[in-house]
């Protein structure tokens, strides 16, 4: 059992709605269809019967076919306004196009089963009752073209229009069945029957594979038919602003709600939101597409689209070394663009590369003393996680979250050019190094969890929620640093000079008064972790845990009551890959700023 949060799922102002009323009335329409289709077909089937004929029985046949493609095609449209769920983030809508491609395949085997009896009796004819046939291929007749009629009134639909093939089809064999017992009335030739039967079997094939490639087409996620894709390209690179495009791909995500994303290269990311506005503009007006996802990338950034030999030189000679500088990288969220902080020590030029993550309501500065010690051998680049320091805050709380997380960190290493980096990460920041860890592909090399693992226990969890978001405004910052120290008390014993290096920077001066740096609303998604979440999170925590292939060094704090023994214990049995060390006389978390701390890390990284 999982709790769907129907927020991740629900349309904002400028996303694209799709309305269900008209699938209502879509509904209404088949099953009309349904109820006329399936109280004739016993009746035509039992004059079939008596009368011998095969135009008869083949338009019998046909209408039984007919009620079970309306009905699948019913079914297809009540699954497909099902809402969007934790599995299927879409919905799903491709349940109509996949009932219109089995509805295809049904109707080919019954032309098929048709062709093959009619060529038999072609040449063995059968005694056929032409006055019966006549008068029930009649009423068939009406009977389809009222059902016809009916779902002619829903033609956008290709789920609707795959069930209107099979009545227009029964309808043939309606008029082809008449003719037949008109003939074989009048004049007694048997064999037009089976010739008939073949004649309106073959005019059903055109439309039952225009729907086969029409379906499979839209199940394939090929770009819509009526969209052409090189034109979409060749207009978004004329949208004032934008430099290039690649990794553009169309689709559709449901029938008719088309669908765009793709990465667009910028001068200015301040210019984003403006060029973005103008590209919706274009896309919806001029090739109907309401559903957009493009990432903007500066033009001239160093990543895996750059192949500038002499650019990758210079910075290999450069001799430039950090200190605590400050710099962004722009990433994304389904809210939009926004900048990350990172605050980074060393040359540049190095290709060991260290990153340092911090915890829940930490920044980057809490590994400057150990970003000092490491500069000689490393790049350190510590960053702020998004909503904390100096990196911007998100729109939708619901976003300060792991996946969100890992994809800045993504952008992040993207963002510095390097293929291969180590991980310190603390608490949260360990969290975030597990999940990026555990994907194909990944960068890290070697990681240091600092006091996390897969299960976090309850009691630190009441701790966390008593002071995370909670209302933290001093007017003097000698009061704010004791109540920040008091808080952090489990982080180990230090002096106050110790304490000024590690929580000074926690405190930020704005309108005269001491608050913390972060943004209160990371405290949102926490608050909102009931017993089954959280008991969801620890499974797929500890799946991820065990696809970690790399050397890992798990850090404990003694008397931690976040990460318990126990869990280090199973940690080390269901992964081989790590060892574990306990410091004494801390609990959560060991901050790395004692000598004797800074140089087991050393140690782990050399």
Not at 233 to 242: A, R, T
Not at 287 to 302: K, N, R
Not at 528 to 542: C, F, H, L, T
Request: some cysteine; proline content about 5%.
């Amino acid at each position: 059992m999982s709790v769907v949060d129907h927020s991740l799922h629900a349309h904002k102002q400028g996303d694209a709605k799709h309305s269900h009323a008209k699938e209502v009335s879509n509904q209404n329409l088949l099953l009309i269809a349904l109820v006329l289709t399936l109280g004739f077909s016993g009746v035509e089937a039992a004059a079939a019967y008596f009368a011998g004929s095969l135009a008869l029985i083949s338009d019998a046949g046909h209408m039984v076919t007919d009620a079970a493609a309306l009905g699948l095609a019913l079914l297809a449209q009540i699954i497909a306004r099902r809402p969007p769920s934790p599995k299927h983030s879409f919905g799903f809508g491709r349940a109509e196009a996949l009932a219109a491609f089995v509805n295809g395949i049904a109707m080919l085997a019954l032309v098929a089963w048709i062709v093959g009896e009619a060529l038999t009796r072609f040449f063995t004819p059968h005694q056929v009752d032409g006055l019966t046939v006549t008068v029930v291929a009649a009423v068939g007749l009406l009977m389809n073209i009222l059902v016809a009629w009916v779902l002619s009134h829903d033609r956008k639909s290709v789920n609707t229009r795959a069930a209107l093939v099979h009545v227009m089809g029964d309808l043939l064999g309606s008029v082809g069945a008449l003719i037949a017992g008109l003939v074989i009335q009048f004049t007694g030739w048997m064999p037009a029957d089976a010739l008939l039967s073949i004649f309106v079997s073959l005019l059903i094939l055109k439309s039952t594979f225009s729907i086969l490639r029409e379906s499979y087409h839209f199940l394939m996620e090929g770009v819509p038919l009526h969209i052409d894709y090189l034109e979409v390209g060749s207009d978004l690179k004329k949208v004032p602003g934008v430099l290039a495009v690649h990794d553009l791909h169309v689709w559709e995500m449901t029938p008719s709600f088309p669908a765009l994303i793709g990465h667009i290269e910028i001068a200015q990311m301040s210019e984003w939101p403006e060029i973005m506005s103008r590209i919706n503009v274009m896309l919806l007006n001029k090739h109907g597409i309401d559903h957009v996802t493009l990432q903007p990338e500066v033009a001239g950034m160093v990543d895996e689209h750059t192949h500038d030999e002499q650019l990758n030189e210079e910075i290999k000679q450069s001799d430039v070394i950090h200190r605590g500088d400050t710099f962004f990288v722009a990433c994304t969220s389904p809210d939009g663009p926004h900048r990350m902080a990172y605050h980074a020590w060393g040359n540049p030029a190095n290709s060991k590369v260290l990153i340092c993550v911090h915890g829940l309501t930490r920044r980057g500065s809490d590994f400057k003393t150990l970003a000092e010690a490491m500069s000689h051998d490393y790049y350190v680049v510590c960053p702020d996680v998004v909503g904390r320091g100096d990196s911007d805050r998100l729109k939708n709380p619901m976003l300060y979250a792991v996946p969100q997380y890992v994809a800045d960190m993504a952008s992040l290493i993207k963002h510095l050019g390097v293929s291969q980096v180590d991980w310190f990460g603390t608490s949260m920041g360990g969290l975030i190094g597990m999940v990026y860890a555990s994907m194909p592909k990944n960068p890290i090399r070697r990681m240091l969890i600092n006091d996390v693992g897969p299960r976090i226990e309850p009691e630190a969890i009441k701790r966390l929620g008593s002071y995370v978001g909670q209302p933290f405004v001093f007017k003097d910052r000698a009061d704010a640093l004791q109540r920040l120290n008091e808080i952090c008390a489990s982080f180990g014993s230090h002096t106050p000079e110790e304490w000024e290096v590690y929580n000074g920077p926690m405190l930020v001066q704005k309108d005269g008064i001491w608050v913390m740096h972060y943004d209160p609303d990371i405290s949102v998604p926490f608050a909102s972790v009931n017993p089954i979440m959280a008991k969801a999170g620890e499974m797929a925590m500890w799946h991820a845990f065990k696809q970690i292939h790399i050397p890992m060094l798990i850090v404990r704090g003694g008397e931690s009551d976040l990460l318990s023994a126990k869990t280090v214990a199973e940690m080390c049995k269901v992964n081989p890959h790590i060892r574990s060390i306990e410091i004494p006389g801390v609990g959560h978390a060991p901050a790395f700023v004692k000598s004797e701390q800074v140089a087991l890390a050393k140690e782990f990284f050399s």
